[in-house]
């Protein structure tokens, strides 16, 4: 999808970047100015330190033979290569050696340093340039010191030193700038192609980059929008790369199946209300209206209405029970948790059941190792435990002639696992061991027992507040049903 500038620039990544390309040129600027003002003050500073050993060298030549020895030196030293400016003027700024040619006026009018640098140009570079001219004139007399410079002539710059010679002479020392200067062209152009090199560098990577991250954001919105459109079922790309698109997608992604998980239970609890309790309803309107139809005595009403007591407390534990599914499973249940002793949860279910096991001979036996402890809800894990504990010996009796229900607590790796084991019939089908978990799922060889069906489905969302799983699993024969408990002891 093609974006004009101002709807690049719209983005938080186009700012971003634009920011902080315009942040690195500021701070680049700064530093090259800094450092070239620093390195031209240390040259200059340089500059002025070898001037004063050159004045103190011919000061002392000047002390030892007068005026023909300076003058004398100040010719060799003005023939060596890479030689200092030197100049010797008479009291009017005539010049009489040294290699300067010329000098902007003014300059050794002032004794000392010079205030700034001033422009100047060598003996003999007129001559060069005149004869790459064609010119022939090479008598012209030289000028003074403080004369201007030929028109049309290329001059340097430069410090110095004037000083005044005790018979009035002048003596100027001083030295060429073109090094610092040649320093700071060579920087301007370093920070040119720099800068040059970082917008190149900003406009490839947001062509490579930038492009690929708002592609991305497009294709997330898109998918938000058919998402937000009812589609559930969609899901955010996900491109491998393993980056912050990616571990928002993934996220988003989770969420996502998380409530479309939600939407169904809603459904389904919906559905199974509507179906399942019907049924109880619909005989507990038949039964009163039986009771009112005709005349009866005082104790067949009474019977009538403890029935239908019985049957609305079996209602509202229905009811509870959808209501704990749900709460559990959106993990919006008030329960707190703390630590529990597995060991001793196991064993108040076993004496708890032991009764009901008896009246129905069935052999209930519990192998409990040393206390286990973990962070949960007591009471919820004892109530999923006594669901699967009455289950067990519920559909144990008269499977087989010597019927046995088995309670286990152990370590298994990383888990701490509580299996309840039955030699019943069992679910030989897997499609309806994963079926019997959900809401009102009752197979057809348990519809002669009574109950209604969410004793599996407690558990289970009992066993996902705490963050572990119930699996059903074949025992040969019967049934093992296990709760996995995640191992985050409490000590």
Request: net charge negative.
């Amino acid at each position: 999808m093609a974006l004009s500038l101002p709807a690049i620039m719209k983005t938080t990544a186009a700012r971003l970047s634009a920011l902080y390309l315009l942040l690195f040129a500021l701070c680049a600027v700064l530093l090259v100015l800094y450092m070239t003002s620093l390195s031209a003050r240390m040259l200059t500073a340089q500059t002025q330190e070898t001037i004063n050993d050159e004045v103190l060298g011919l000061a002392q030549a000047y002390q030892r033979g007068g005026l023909p020895v300076l003058v004398r030196v100040v010719e060799n030293r003005s023939r060596q290569p890479g030689a200092n400016l030197y100049l010797i003027a008479d009291a009017n700024g005539q010049i009489l050696t040294g290699n300067v040619q010329s000098l902007e006026p003014g300059v050794i009018e002032t004794e000392g340093w010079t205030t700034r640098p001033f422009s100047y140009q060598r003996f003999g570079e007129g001559e060069l340039d005149r004869l790459r001219g064609g010119g022939s004139d090479q008598t012209a007399p030289p000028p003074a010191a403080g004369g201007a410079q030929p028109e049309g002539e290329k001059g340097h710059n430069a410090i110095a030193l004037v000083l005044r010679l005790p018979n009035q002479m002048i003596m100027l020392v001083g030295r060429d700038l073109g090094e610092p200067e040649r320093f700071r062209a060579v920087i301007r152009r370093a920070l040119t192609l720099a800068l040059g090199m970082m917008g190149l560098g900003g406009l490839l990577i947001w062509f490579f980059v930038g492009r690929a991250a708002l592609k991305r954001i497009d294709s997330v919105s898109d998918a938000s929008r058919r998402i937000m459109g009812g589609d559930l079922s969609g899901r955010l790309p996900v491109t491998g790369a393993g980056d912050e698109f990616d571990r928002l997608s993934e996220n988003l992604n989770t969420m996502l199946a998380r409530i479309a998980m939600l939407n169904e239970g809603l459904k389904q609890v919906s559905d199974n209300i509507a179906h399942d309790l019907k049924t109880p309803l619909t005989r507990l309107r038949n039964r009163a209206e039986a009771t009112l139809a005709g005349k009866h005595k005082t104790t067949d009403y009474r019977q009538a209405l403890e029935g239908t007591i019985a049957e609305s407390d079996q209602l509202i534990k229905t009811f509870n029970a959808i209501l704990m599914i749900s709460r559990l499973e959106a993990g919006y249940s008030s329960e707190t948790t703390g630590p529990v002793d597995l060991a001793a949860t196991v064993s108040d279910v076993v004496e708890l059941y032991e009764p009901v096991a008896e009246e129905a001979s069935v052999a209930l036996e519990a192998t409990v190792p040393e206390a286990i402890t973990i962070n949960g809800n007591r009471e919820l894990i004892g109530q999923a435990l006594s669901n699967i504990v009455d289950n067990a010996i519920k559909y144990s009796t008269g499977a087989t002639e010597d019927p046995k229900v088995r309670v286990m607590l152990e370590r298994a790796g990383g888990e701490i696992r509580l299996a309840v084991s039955d030699n019943g019939p069992g679910i030989p089908d897997d499609a309806d061991r994963a079926r019997v978990t959900e809401r009102f799922v009752r197979l057809e060889k348990s519809r002669s027992q009574p109950g209604s069906g969410l004793g599996l489905s407690l558990a289970k969302a009992i066993m996902t507040f705490h963050n572990g799983r119930l699996d059903l699993l074949p025992a040969n024969p019967g049934l093992s049903v296990v709760m996995s408990f995640p191992v985050r002891e409490t000590h």
